[in-house]
Structures are given as C-alpha cells and as structure tokens.
C-alpha cells in the first residue's frame, strides 16, 4: 500500500490517499491490472468480517480528473450537471474540465482544421491547436491516458470501463469533420475508443458516454457502491429482471422467488435469469 504525500494533498481526502487500485478493494476482478494488491487483499477479509469498517474505504479513495478538449464545449455542457456525475463532482471524487479548441487555435479567426492533403471532402483538425493544448493541459498533471474518441477505436466495453476508472488523470480528445491529423494519433494518443459501430457527428456525445460510463464505476459515486457489481457485463453476464410495486398489475405478478424473502433463494433465481438472459441475447459476452 502506498501511502504518503501526493498531488491530492489538498484533496478532500487529504494524505490519506493511496494508490487508485485500493478502488477496487470490493472485487479483485474488477481491473484489468493492478499496480499492488497488499491492502486489496486484505480488506475485503477485514470488512465482512467487521462491516462497520466499512468507513476504512473512504480513506482510500482518490480523485480522477477529466480534461476534455472539443470544439463545440457547449454540447458537453448538460451532461455532467445531473445525477450520478454531479454527484460525484460534489464530492470531491471526479472533477472534470471542458476545454474549447479554439483557445489554441493558429490564427485569430479561431482556425483549428484545414483541407486534408491529397483531396477529398471535409476538413481534418490541425496538429497545432491540438498539440498546443496537449501539451499546456500536460504541464498542469500527468495525463496517464490520451483518449481519442473515433469510430475507428477499439469498442468500449465495461472492463476497458472498470480499468480506466482506476486512472487519476485522463484527457479525452473529441474529433470533429474528417477527424484529427494522424500525427496527433501517433504522438500523443495512447488509447482510441468509440462508442459503437456507427458514425457520429462529432466525439463529444462519445466522450459523454465514456465519461459517464467511468464515472459511476469510482466507488463513492454510486450510493450502495456494490450496485456497480451487479450492473450488466460485469461477471460477463447480463443483469437478471428487476421488479417493484405492486406485487400484481394487471394480474402481471411478480416471480414468487423474489417474492419468498429466502435470500439464497433470491440470488438463485437472480443468476439462473441472468445466465438465461446472457444465454439468449449476448452469449459472445459469456465466452470472453
Ligand atoms: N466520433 C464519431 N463517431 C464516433 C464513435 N462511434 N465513437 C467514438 N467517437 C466517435
């Protein structure tokens, strides 16, 4: 466990803060690596043991911030002010900042893309605004991924989900037009993601999602921290069917399993439904 001194001194959570992989203190599998697994492993021992130590995660949890580069800052405006990631904001756990391209553009007409070499239709983000910004954003923290979001990226997926949220620094390049000058790719990008197999008119809506999908998984932000566990995809499994009141609409009843009050029973039927589920509509996730 590495505890000590660090850049989160200051944090709400002051020195008390360790390295990011004491997040997943919960389920050693979360993460696709771990840099220690010493206090891991222990404290999932020590907490069902003694659940009111549960407090003891607290003190482990450190903060992730996002910088996010895009031309349109606007359209990212809305999506982190509710629920879940202003929560998180709130607490202290995740901070994110929306940066406009045009700060670094190259002339003062606000100029961040041009006509691509060799022709064609549509323009291609410069390697200058973009690099500028890369790299004052890179004076101010040490980014541990270089996202870019693009349609040609490797498909999210919840464990790439589960392994970022281990981060504490990541900047997320959103592509407009053609995209972004392959240079920018092959010096400075570490990770491509997209969303889907589908085109979008700009990566922000993509960097919303990831942001979203990364921030629910940083244990704090979420109420009862475990719900996260039982969330489709992890287990590689999908989640089983949910049911509230009333115990019969419209003579629809509920499953008498989850209305026994046999807790085995309950996460019986669970993980027969969800093996069901997983069976019948993404049996590809169940082989990974
Ligand atoms: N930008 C445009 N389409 C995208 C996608 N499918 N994923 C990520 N970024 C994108």
Known sequence: MKLGINKWADSPFGKNVSNKSSFFIHNLSFAESYDSISLQTILPTILSITPKLQILKRYY????????????PELLES??????MKRAQEKGILSIAVHGLRKWAVNEYGQIDDYQYGGGAGMVMMCEPLAKAIEELSQQRKFDEI????????????????????????????????????????????REISIGDYVLSGGELAAAILVDAV????PGVLNDETSALTDSFQDNLLAPPVYTRPEDF????????????????????????AIQRTKDRRPDIMNE
């Open 61 to 72: 949890l450190c903060p992730m911030h996002i910088d996010i580069l895009t031309v349109l």
């Open 215 to 218: 921030g629910r998984v940083i």
């Open 250 to 273: 419209r003579g629809w009843k509920v499953p008498d399993a989850l209305m026994s009050g046999d807790h085995k029973k309950i996460d019986e039927w669970r993980l027969e439904q």
């Open 147 to 190: 996202i870019y979001m693009t349609p040609d990226g490797n498909t999210l997926n919840q464990k790439t989900v589960n392994n970022l949220s281990l981060k504490e620094n990541l900047l997320i390049i959103c592509g407009h037009y053609k995209g972004i000058d392959q240079r920018i790719r092959d010096h400075f990008v570490t």
């Open 79 to 84: 999506p982190f002010r509710h629920s879940m």
